[in-house]
Nanobody, 127 residues
Framework: QVRLVESGGGLVQAGGSLRLSCAVS????????MGWFRQAPGKEREFVAA????????YYADSVKGRFTIERENAKNTVYLQATSLKPEDTAVYSC????????????????????WGQGTQVTVSS
C-alpha cells in the first residue's frame, strides 16, 4: 500500500509563495509518476502539475504555468510544488497523487488515471 501525506499549506497574501510537500511511503517511489491537483469549494478537482518518475519531464496547467514549479527528490520519497505569485483564485485544497508507470519520461494529467491520493492540504490566498 502506498501512503501520501501532504504538508506546507497555509494562509498567504496575494503575491506570496508557498512550498507544498508530498511524502510518499510504502513502495518504490521512483517508479511513480506524481501529480498535484486542487479543488476549490463548489468546483471540480483540477489538474495543476505533473512530473515523471525521473523528474526530467514536467507538465503544468495553463493557469499556473510560470508561477508554479513541480520537482521531486527520489532519495527522500518526496515531491514538491513551489507556488509563487499566488492569487486568490489559487485558494483550494491541494492534493498529490501517484501513478505506477513503466516509462521514466511519462507524465499523467488525468485524475482518474492515478492510483493513490493524499488527503490534501489547504491553501488560502487573501487579497
Amino acid at each position: 500500500q502506498v501512503r501520501l501525506v501532504e504538508s506546507g499549506g497555509g494562509l498567504v497574501q496575494a503575491g506570496g509563495s508557498l512550498r507544498l510537500s508530498c511524502a510518499v511511503s510504502g513502495r518504490t517511489f521512483s517508479s511513480y509518476a506524481m501529480g498535484w491537483f486542487r479543488q476549490a469549494p463548489g468546483k471540480e478537482r483540477e489538474f495543476v502539475a505533473a512530473i515523471s518518475w525521473s523528474g526530467g519531464t514536467t507538465y503544468y496547467a495553463d493557469s499556473v504555468k510560470g508561477r508554479f514549479t513541480i520537482e521531486r527528490e527520489n532519495a527522500k520519497n518526496t515531491v514538491y510544488l513551489q507556488a509563487t505569485s499566488l492569487k486568490p483564485e489559487d485558494t483550494a485544497v491541494y492534493s498529490c497523487a501517484a501513478k505506477l508507470v513503466a516509462m521514466n519520461t511519462q507524465v499523467v494529467v488525468r485524475a482518474v488515471s492515478y492510483d493513490y491520493w493524499g488527503q490534501g492540504t489547504q491553501v488560502t490566498v487573501s487579497s
